[in-house]
């Protein structure tokens, strides 16, 4: 621990600073010491894949495809288009998302979309990067959900 | 860097075998260009009669909701950014009754 993160704890200790400035401090600190680490630290690191495209696919069990089940889904949505989709909402007019929240809100959801901001898009996209559902069916279809 | 969609494959379901065709779009681009500048004092005419009010009021606040997402540089630079993010788009969907699909280029 350097000699900057201790004092910035003890400031927290002695009530000098709320929780929430020691962690703004704390985290200002981690990026200068990044920072001075130089492009070393940021080569060491690797960055995370982002995904291309959002997949959905349903695929027939193989017995139930030779029986005749040809049932089959593929969808590929391109994540830059769910970008731009979700930053449509941004364009809402104020009296819009008042109504958007009211009507989440007498069902039970709590989510005011004036809270949304670009980098939250930018962040909820790269989460979906993590996204894997799979689910096979009583007759044996593959339901699958994914990022590639 | 995003570019804008330059054909679409689109096949219906139907009870005759179709081999699905294709549409050029980037041959539409410029006809909705051309259709944008020529509707453009339509629009502001419309937008101007919306905020005056005289419709209905829940039609009214949907279509000034409308009118004003697309009116503003805003609007229609998400609109476009939107039409660009569309390459890669592709909906494959086989049944009994045949195969839908629409891919866009």
Redesign the interface.
């Known amino acids: 621990m350097s000699e900057s993160q201790k004092k910035i704890l003890e400031l927290l200790e002695n009530k000098k600073i709320t929780v929430d400035e020691a962690q703004r401090l704390l985290s200002a600190l981690r990026g200068e010491e990044g920072h001075h680490e130089g492009h070393v630290l940021r080569d060491r690191t690797p960055k995370p894949a982002r995904g291309?495209?959002l997949r959905v696919t349903v695929q027939p069990d193989p017995e139930h495809e030779r029986a005749g089940n040809?049932?089959?889904?593929?969808?590929?949505?391109?994540m830059?288009?769910i970008?731009?989709?979700m930053?449509?909402s941004s364009?809402?007019?104020e009296?819009?998302r008042d109504k958007v929240g009211g009507a989440l809100r007498d069902k039970g959801i709590d989510f005011d979309m004036r809270n949304l901001k670009p980098e939250d898009f930018d962040e909820l996209i790269d989460a979906l990067s993590e996204l894997e559902v799979d689910v096979r069916s009583s007759d044996g279809e593959m339901v699958r959900v994914f990022v590639e | 860097m995003?570019r804008p969609p330059l054909l679409l494959r689109l096949r219906i379901p139907g009870k005759k075998r179709r081999p699905g065709c294709w549409l050029p779009i980037f041959l539409l681009l410029p006809l909705a260009l051309a259709l944008l500048i020529v509707l453009a004092p339509v629009m502001l005419v419309v937008g101007a009669v919306v905020r005056r009010g005289g419709w209905r009021k829940r039609q009214l606040?949907t279509a000034?909701?409308v009118v004003?997402?697309l009116c503003?540089v805003?609007?229609i630079m998400?609109l476009v950014?939107?039409i660009?993010?569309?390459?890669?788009?592709?909906?494959?969907?086989?049944?009994?009754d045949g195969r839908f699909e629409i891919a866009v280029i």
Not at chain 1, 70 to 78: F, G, I, L, Q
Not at chain 2, 87 to 96: A, F, W
């Open positions: 291309k495209y040809v049932d089959r889904v593929n969808v590929r949505v391109p830059s288009l970008r731009s989709g930053k449509f364009l809402l007019p009296e819009a | 995003k606040s000034r909701v004003g997402m503003s805003g609007g998400a950014g939107l660009c993010s569309t390459p890669g788009l592709r909906v494959d969907v086989t049944d009994d």
